[in-house]
């Protein structure tokens, strides 16, 4: 009996928790005498090879798979003046994993990267606590043997390592370039209207994020839906986050002993405010590991649209939020331009992981690809938006050595980008303190879950294992697993368990 009943308490909080080869000959098709209509009579045609749209993490990537694929004339075009220039509203870290990795280490930027960023195996944790409880080090929750080779880097750095490697295979990447739209032009060729000069193009790529022109111009020549993201509920969606500028390295005060502590550029800290009263004062600096200490560092800020930050109007309003909220920070540690600037910027917001079914395209005889958050999109919760787009890029490549590169890359990514929206759904959503009770719940699910998979594996074959009981879906991910292998055992898992869950109760109830 009590046997029975503890598994059905086991498996109905699972169940409710769980939630480089053949290169292939490009040239590009020359122009034609009539065709202008929408671009502007004086525009100046310049035939290209390939085009890519949008010069983040995945477009530098693309640019450069492209020339090593055998395209002779690539462009990227970015509306951003300098690769690596400083944004404070988009100045995360990414962390390169072993997924990331596999494209960047056949590419040869895996070292560079290293050498601009931190190894995650060297990376701990210290709080800095408003009280008695002082300084301490803590384990990153989610730390796992295949992270160990990971790689801490600002979006500055990591684009300046793209960036170099692209020019270094011959891309042409122009800076300061607006995209005002794309037509579908003749010979199997789109245009592409940078103001005052036309790109034509017999290959294009859109990496320029969720709001992708490229693949506005798909649903606009194709069945509109195909394109539309398909948009997912989670937990972290919606949540707003800022960034607030902090020096490369301070001082703090560690409460315990009134000692000075100093936080170095190359550490990861995470500073609680002193209040304790959920969604309206209490708030968490997380700060992440830079090797730069040159670099402007900045401390995230995210918490749900109610909180009181973003209340505050003024930066003398921030400044007064800081002292009450962080008596362990010295007031100098956050300059008055600092807290104005952050006071002036409105705040972002987490999207719902969402994908599109359609990565791939023929538009009259063009080939249009889709690659990083045009195609998925979603909050940071398990840090795979570069890994995922680095992985979208490598697949690309891949797609050129077959007969139709359309339905090979359509084949390898959708999936895969239909697979990491839901993974992320059901990731690791509650980090960010929503709900103290939704957290406990979920942390309950998660160790049940290592639970079972360790008693599993210990009495069952591997396959089986992970078939009745894999482990969490953040652990699968971060080890590397294909997207759509680990969502598929998450489906015939969840399946499994819920079957139990019932059969454990109909023997209670019968």
């Not at 592409?192 to 994020?209: M, N």
């Not at 800290?269 to 002193?274: E, G, K, N, Q």
């Not at 840090?383 to 050595?401: I, M, T, Y």
Request: charged share 20%; aromatic share 6%; with cysteine.
């Amino acid at each position: 009996m009590f046997a029975t009943r503890a598994l059905a308490i086991v498996c109905t909080t699972h169940a409710l928790v769980a939630p480089p080869g053949r290169l292939r000959a490009r040239r590009a098709p020359r122009a034609t005498s009539g065709y202008l209509a929408g671009l502007g009579q004086q525009s100046h045609i310049e035939d290209v090879d390939a085009v890519v749209v949008g010069c983040g993490p995945a477009g530098l990537a693309a640019a450069t798979e492209l020339r090593r694929r055998g395209f002779e004339k690539v462009v990227a075009v970015e509306r951003r003046a300098a690769p690596d220039e400083f944004e404070v509203a988009k100045a995360y870290l990414y962390l390169v994993d072993r997924r990331g990795q596999t494209w960047t280490d056949d590419v040869g930027a895996t070292e560079s990267i290293r050498d601009r960023g931190v190894s995650n195996a060297d990376v701990v944790y210290t709080q800095i606590c408003p009280d008695a409880t002082g300084a301490y080090v803590t384990n990153p929750v989610l730390a796992r043997p295949g992270a160990e080779k990971a790689v801490w880097i600002p979006r500055a750095s990591l684009l300046a390592t793209l960036a170099e490697r692209a020019a270094d295979e011959g891309a042409d990447l122009r800076f300061g370039v607006s995209v005002e739209g794309l037509a579908a032009a003749e010979n199997g060729a789109v245009d592409i209207d940078c103001g005052g000069t036309v790109l034509r193009t017999p290959v294009v790529v859109g990496a320029e994020g969720a709001r992708s022109k490229v693949r506005d111009f798909l649903g606009t020549s194709l069945p509109k839906s195909s394109f539309e993201p398909r948009e997912l509920a989670s937990p972290s969606a919606g949540l707003s986050y800022k960034m607030l500028q902090v020096p490369p390295s301070f001082s703090v005060t560690n409460v315990t002993d009134g000692s000075s502590l100093t936080m170095r550029s190359s550490g990861a800290y995470v500073v609680p405010s002193a209040s304790t009263k959920p969604n309206t004062r209490r708030l968490r600096l997380g700060l992440l590991p830079s090797r730069d200490p040159e670099l402007p560092r900045t401390a995230n800020i995210i918490r749900p649209s109610s909180h009181e930050i973003w209340g505050c109007k003024t930066g003398a309003e921030v400044r007064e939020f800081l002292r009450s909220e962080f008596p362990q920070l010295p007031d100098a540690v956050v300059s008055d331009a600092a807290c104005a600037d952050f006071a002036a910027g409105d705040p972002g917001a987490f999207p719902c992981p969402q994908y599109v079914e359609t990565v791939a395209a023929q538009v009259k005889g063009s080939e249009v690809f889709l690659v990083g958050d045009a195609i998925h999109a979603f909050p940071p919760d398990l840090g795979q938006g570069v890994n995922a787009a680095l992985e979208d890029v490598k697949a690309l490549g891949e797609a050129f050595e077959s007969e139709d590169a359309v339905a090979a890359y359509q084949a390898a990514r959708a999936p895969a980008a239909k697979a990491i929206a839901h993974l992320v759904q059901r990731g690791f959503p509650y980090q960010y303190d929503q709900s103290v009770w939704r957290q406990r719940l979920f942390t309950v699910g998660l160790v049940a879950r290592v639970g079972a998979n360790a008693v599993a594996a210990k009495l069952l074959p591997a396959g089986i294992t992970k078939r009745v009981a894999p482990p969490p879906v953040a652990f699968s991910v971060i080890d590397g697993e294909d997207y759509a292998t680990v969502w598929r055992r998450v489906r015939r898992a969840t399946r499994v368990t819920t079957a139990l869950a019932a059969y454990a109760v109909l023997r209670l109830v019968l």
